[in-house]
C-alpha cells in the first residue's frame, strides 16, 4: 500500500538499469506502475489515461529506447509531464484597483470556505496592508455566522452580518453597499456549502455573484476529495466561472492528485495552500510541492538522477 | 450519478447481451472512478472474469447483477454487525473524523432519530471546544433535535467535558450520550493522542464505553479515505463508519476498500443537511447506485 511513484518506477525499471536497454516491454511495464501510483494519488482516471499515452509517445517513439540510459530517460519525461501538467510556476493573486475589490468563496459542504476566507483576509491585511471586511452569506449552516464573526474577529477586520432572517442575495448586497461606503479596500464573500448537483442551491450561488459582480471567484477544494473533483471543479465552473482555487488540508497526507485534475481538466490553477487549522496556515500554492507529493521524494531532480 | 450513467450507457449500448473483453475494462473504470481504488477493483472485477470464464454468467444482465452483488458483499465484511449498540444504560456514541466530513450535523440528525422516532432520552456532548463556534453550531441541533446538551466552554479539555456530560447523563437517567468531538487530521499526532485520551476518560467513567465509536468519511473522499480509517481505528476502537454526503455524485467507494481491509463495517449514510438526511446503510442500494 502507498508506494510512492518514484518507488514504483524504480522496481519497474531497476533490473533494465544493470541490462541497459530498454523494450517496449520494459516500457509498458513502467507505465503501469505510473498508473497505479497516480490513481492512488486520486489523480482524475481520465486525465491518468491521456496521461500515460502521453508518456508512452514519448516513451517509445524514437530516441528513449536507443538512448545510452534509457530507464533514466523515461523517468525524465514522467517528472517533466507531471511538473508540465500542474502548471510550473506559483500563480500570483492580483487584485484590481477597484475599491472594494470583492472576492467570492464557494466549494462543497466543509471544503474549508469560512476558514479560507478570514485566513485571506488576514493575509491581505497583512502582506498587503489592505482593509478588509467579510460578508456572513452562509445563512444555512447552523452558527456559520457565528463562526465567520469569531473568525474575522482573529483575523482582525470587519464582518458584516445580518443574521439568518434575510436571503443570502441581500445580504451579499447590503454588505457590498456597506463595504463601499465605509470605502474597504477588499469585500470577502462567505457563501454556504453546496452540492454542485443542487440546481435551487448552485443558482443561489449564481444570484450571489450576479449581485456583487466579484472582481475575484475562488473554488475552494479539498486536498482528500477523489475522483468527483472534476465533475464539481467544471459544474462551478459553468454556474460561477472560477479565477483560481483554494486547496485544503493540504496538512494532511492526502497526495492531492484532485488538484492536478481539476488544473488539467479546467486550466484554472491553484492560487493558495490552506495547511492548517490556525488563520497564518496559509500560503500562496507551490505547484512543484504537490508534484513532489505525488512523486513521494524529495524533487524531481533527484528522482531523474537516482534512475 | 454520471458513473451510473456512463457505465448504463456503455453496458446498454456496447455489450447488447454479449460479454466481451472491453467490458471488464468499462467496469474497472466505473469503479475507479467511484473511488474504490485499485485493488478493491481488481479483486471485484477479477472475480466477475472468472465467473465469466467459468461459464457461471452470461449475458449482460447476470453480469451487471453479480457485479452488484460482489460490491454489496464487498461493502459489508463477514459476520459484521450494521445496526448500533445501543443497549448499555447510558450507551455511549462517540464520533470522529477529519475536518469538515459532518460530525456534528450526524450527530444531530442520529439525536433526532433517537429522540423522535424511539423516544429515548438524549444527550449530546459538545467536545469540540476548538473550531471557532462549534458549540453553537451543536447546541443549534440539539434544539432542532429536542436533545438536552453539556456545553464545553472554548478551550476547555475535552476530555473533561465528555466526563461532565457522562457525570450528567447518568445522574438524569439519560438512554443515549453522543459526544461530538473536534475535526482532526490523522497524521497530527497530538491532536490523535488527545481523541485517545478522551476515549479513555469515557471508559473510565462509564464501564463498556464508547459502546460505539463512528468514523464519519465523506462520499468526497478519495483514496486518503483508507488512510483515515486505519489511524483513526489504531486510536479508538472504531466500530463503524458513517457515509455522509452520499446526496452529491460521489458515490464514496472508498468505504469499500476500508471494509474489506480493515473490516470496519458501514453502519449509516447521510444523504443531505436536514435532519431526517441520516439511513441505515443498506449495501444493496449503495452497490446499486455504484453501478445501474
Ligand atoms: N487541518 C485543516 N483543517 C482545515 C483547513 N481548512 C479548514 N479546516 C477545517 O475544516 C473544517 C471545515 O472548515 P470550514 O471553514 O467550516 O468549511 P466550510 O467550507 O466553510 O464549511 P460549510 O460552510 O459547512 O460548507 C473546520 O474544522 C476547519 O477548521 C486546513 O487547511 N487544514
Ligand atoms: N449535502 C450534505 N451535506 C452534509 C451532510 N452531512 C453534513 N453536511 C454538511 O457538511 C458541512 C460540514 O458538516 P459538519 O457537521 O459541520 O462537519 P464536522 O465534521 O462536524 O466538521 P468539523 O467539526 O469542522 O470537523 C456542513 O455544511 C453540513 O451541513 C450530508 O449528508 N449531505
Ligand atoms: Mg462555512
Ligand atoms: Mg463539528
Not at chain 2, 472468472?50 to 457485479?67: M, Y
Request: glycine share 10%; charged share 25%.
Amino acid at each position: 500500500m502507498f508506494e510512492s511513484l518514484a518507488d514504483r518506477l524504480q522496481q519497474a525499471l531497476g533490473e533494465v538499469r544493470s541490462r541497459g536497454r530498454l523494450s517496449e516491454e520494459d516500457v509498458e511495464r513502467a507505465l503501469r506502475q505510473v498508473r497505479l501510483a497516480l490513481l492512488e494519488a486520486d489523480v482524475d482516471f481520465r486525465v491518468v489515461k491521456e496521461f500515460t499515452a502521453r508518456v508512452r509517445e514519448r516513451a517509445i517513439g524514437t530516441q528513449v529506447l536507443a538512448s545510452v540510459n534509457p530507464a533514466h530517460q523515461v523517468v525524465k519525461v514522467v517528472a517533466d509531464e507531471l511538473t508540465e501538467l500542474l502548471g510550473g510556476t506559483t500563480s500570483e493573486f492580483v487584485l484590481p484597483k477597484a475599491r472594494p475589490a470583492v472576492v467570492v468563496l464557494a466549494g462543497l459542504q466543509g471544503s474549508g470556505k469560512t476558514t479560507a476566507a478570514a485566513k485571506l483576509a488576514r493575509y491581505l491585511r497583512a502582506e498587503r496592508g489592505l482593509d478588509v471586511a467579510l460578508a456572513a452569506c452562509d445563512l444555512q449552516r447552523p452558527a456559520a455566522v457565528e463562526q465567520l464573526v469569531l473568525l474575522g474577529g482573529r483575523a482582525d477586520c470587519t464582518v458584516y452580518e445580518r443574521g439568518t432572517d434575510a436571503t443570502p442575495v441581500e445580504v451579499a448586497g447590503w454588505a457590498l453597499g456597506r463595504a463601499r461606503e465605509e470605502q474597504r479596500d477588499v469585500l470577502i464573500v462567505d457563501t454556504a456549502g453546496r452540492l454542485h448537483v443542487d440546481d435551487q442551491l448552485m443558482a443561489e450561488l449564481q444570484a450571489i455573484t450576479e449581485r456583487v459582480r466579484p472582481h475575484r471567484v475562488l473554488l475552494v477544494l479539498d486536498a482528500m476529495t477523489g475522483q468527483d473533483a472534476v465533475n464539481v471543479a467544471t459544474a462551478f465552473a459553468e454556474r460561477a466561472p472560477f479565477d483560481g482555487l483554494v486547496l485544503t488540508k493540504l496538512d494532511g497526507d492526502a497526495r492531492g492528485g484532485a488538484a492536478l485534475s481539476v488544473k488539467a481538466v479546467t486550466g484554472r490553477p491553484i492560487v493558495f495552500a490552506s495547511t492548517g487549522e490556525r488563520l497564518e496556515e496559509f500560503e500562496l500554492f507551490h505547484p512543484d510541492r504537490v508534484a513532489q507529493r505525488i512523486l513521494g521524494m524529495g524533487d524531481v531532480v533527484t528522482l531523474v538522477e537516482r534512475a | 450519478r454520471r458513473t451510473r450513467e456512463a457505465l448504463a450507457g456503455e453496458l446498454g449500448a456496447s455489450v447488447i447481451g454479449r460479454v466481451d473483453d472491453g467490458v471488464f475494462e468499462r467496469i474497472e473504470e466505473a469503479l475507479i472512478r467511484a473511488d474504490l481504488g485499485v485493488p478493491a477493483t481488481a479483486r471485484i472485477v477479477g472475480q466477475l472474469e472468472e465467473e465469466v470464464a467459468l461459464g457461471r454468467i452470461e449475458g449482460r444482465e447476470q453480469l451487471v447483477a453479480r457485479l452488484r452483488e460482489l460490491i454489496a458483499q464487498a461493502a459489508r465484511p463477514d459476520g459484521s454487525e450494521a445496526r448500533l449498540d445501543l443497549r448499555a444504560r447510558p450507551a455511549v456514541v462517540m464520533v470522529v473524523g477529519v475536518n469538515g466530513t459532518g460530525k456534528t450535523t450526524t450527530i444531530g440528525k442520529l439525536a433526532a432519530a433517537l429522540r423522535g422516532d424511539l423516544g429515548l432520552r438524549v444527550l449530546v456532548a459538545a467536545a469540540d471546544t476548538y473550531r471557532a463556534a462549534a458549540v453553537e453550531q451543536l447546541a443549534a441541533w440539539a434544539e432542532r433535535a429536542d436533545t438536552e446538551i453539556v456545553r464545553g466552554q472554548p478551550g476547555q479539555d475535552p476530555g473533561s467535558v465528555a466526563f461532565d456530560a457522562l457525570e450528567a447523563a447518568q445522574a438524569r437517567g439519560v438512554d443515549v450520550v453522543l459526544i461530538d468531538t473536534a475535526g482532526r487530521l490523522h497524521n497530527r499526532t497530538p491532536l490523535m493522542e488527545e481523541l485517545a485520551k478522551v476515549g479513555r476518560v469515557v471508559s473510565g467513567k462509564v464501564a463498556g464505553a464508547p459502546h460505539e465509536t463512528l468514523l464519519v468519511i465523506d462520499a468526497t473522499t478519495g483514496q486518503n479515505g483508507l488512510r483515515q480509517a486505519s489511524a483513526f481505528a489504531q486510536k479508538t476502537p472504531v466500530t463503524g463508519i458513517v457515509l455522509t454526503k452520499l446526496d452529491g455524485s460521489a458515490k464514496g467507494g472508498v468505504v469499500v476498500a476500508i471494509a474489506q481491509e480493515l473490516g470496519l463495517p458501514i453502519k449509516l449514510v447521510g444523504v443531505g443537511e436536514g435532519i431526517a438526511d441520516l439511513r441505515p446503510f443498506d449495501p444493496e442500494a449503495f452497490a446499486a447506485a455504484l453501478v445501474e
